[in-house]
């Protein structure tokens, strides 16, 4: 059975052969392939349906495996404080096995801002302006003109 690609490669070598005098002769045959198009098309359709499918069940199986891990994050945190926590109370700086050794150790100091709003502005970072494509696509639309822009128009596939 031939390819969609080869299918579509024979239908155009005899669209070109084609005259109005010998239309006839042609013209099964560019049925025939024109129907083996279609039944290609519908089996095409078929694999974009199932790998469309496939995509949303590995986008909720990322979401579940993300949950997931979350979850073992924090599980993680809770632990580490509470080992923290009876270790301090212990009084016990430093745990030792054959197999590990536990301590705890003071962590430079960081900054915890509680109000954004009391900040002055010097201390914030001037971001990178980002592009309003919609306002400068709309500009171009109506007729304005700026360099290293055009507008394009696509093709989709629609498939009910």
Do not use: C
Not at 30 to 55: C, R
Not at 86 to 105: F, G, H, P, Q, V
């Amino acid at each position: 059975m031939s390819s969609l690609y080869n299918l579509t490669g024979q239908f155009l070598e005899l669209q070109r052969y084609i005259t109005e005098e010998n239309a006839e002769m042609f013209t099964d045959t560019l049925e025939a392939i024109d129907e083996a198009i279609e039944s290609k098309a519908v089996g095409i359709v078929h694999v974009i349906k199932n790998m469309e499918q496939m995509a949303v069940n590995i986008k909720a199986e990322e979401e579940r495996l993300s949950k997931r891990r979350k979850a073992a994050e924090n599980s993680v945190t809770r632990l580490k404080q509470y080992l923290i926590d009876s270790m301090e109370a212990t009084d016990n700086k430093k745990i030792e096995t054959d197999l590990i050794t536990i301590s705890i150790r003071n962590n430079a100091q960081s900054l915890v801002v509680h109000s954004e709003d009391a900040i002055p502005k010097m201390y914030y970072k001037a971001s990178k302006p980002t592009l309003d494509k919609k306002a400068l696509g709309d500009f171009v639309k109506g007729g304005g003109i700026v360099e290293g822009t055009e507008l394009v128009r696509t093709k989709s596939l629609t498939i009910k």
